[in-house]
């Protein structure tokens, strides 16, 4: 297969690299960073780039990808500082909206005009929990949810998923579960408690999942944990 991840730096996007090189299939990646555990991967087709650079992603798109694609995996984002709305400023949330929805927009332009398959974008519980606290990275993924739905209505040659992956031991989560006050904002409490998988174990489960998400409608968010 031929396979297209942001972000894989490290996490889920790190860990999906590796499993489908694994698995003998082409990884096309776009990010701010191969990881060293990825340096000498001959079926791994690398382009480094900020996602905030809206302007340079379809030039990057142009020189990186075949014309046929099998699936897409849009990983890349960011979750923004943990705390209330009334406290957050326009200028955060604008940023977080900028790599977690607008990036993705400019991508999915792309993909209009070649052959692919499928899309799944990485979404999360956050985007319809509306815990306190998560603020921009909720509104974000429920915005991308949105995103993934209207394209699909254009696109009706591709099958598009948002897909929250549950609970992985990232970079992401540790900062969450180190550094923010649970009695101010319970779902880190609820977080902590909760059973998570490595980013390695939630690959192999991921890749499964992506293969039963085609018997869905195009254009639908779906949470693992919730998934038959």
Known sequence: MRVFIT?????????????????GDEVYALGRYKPKTLEN??????????????EKIEKELL???????????????????????SETSLYELKTVMDLN?????????????????????????????????????????????????????????THLSALAPGLVATPMLGHILENIDEEKYPSVKRLKESPKLSPEESAKML??????????ESGEFHDVR???
């Open 7 to 23: 972000g894989i730096g490290s996490g889920i996007g790190e860990a999906l690299a590796k499993e489908y090189l694994k698995r």
């Open 41 to 54: 991967e001959d079926n791994l087709y690398f382009r480094r780039l900020d996602l905030f650079a809206h």
């Open 63 to 85: 020189e990186l990808l075949p014309e046929c694609i099998d699936i897409a995996i849009l990983n890349a984002g960011m979750l923004g500082d943990i705390k209330d709305m």
């Open 101 to 157: 929805v607008w990036s993705n927009k400019v991508i999915l332009d792309f993909f209009k005009n070649i052959n692919i398959k499928q899309v799944v974008a990485i979404s999360s519980g956050a985007a319809v929990n509306g815990s306190r606290g998560w603020s921009g990275y909720s509104i974000s993924k429920a915005a991308l949810n949105m995103l993934i739905k209207l394209y699909a209505r254009e696109m009706s040659n």
């Open 207 to 216: 890749i499964e999942t992506f293969v039963k998400l085609l018997k869905y």
């Open 226 to 228: 919730r998934m038959d």
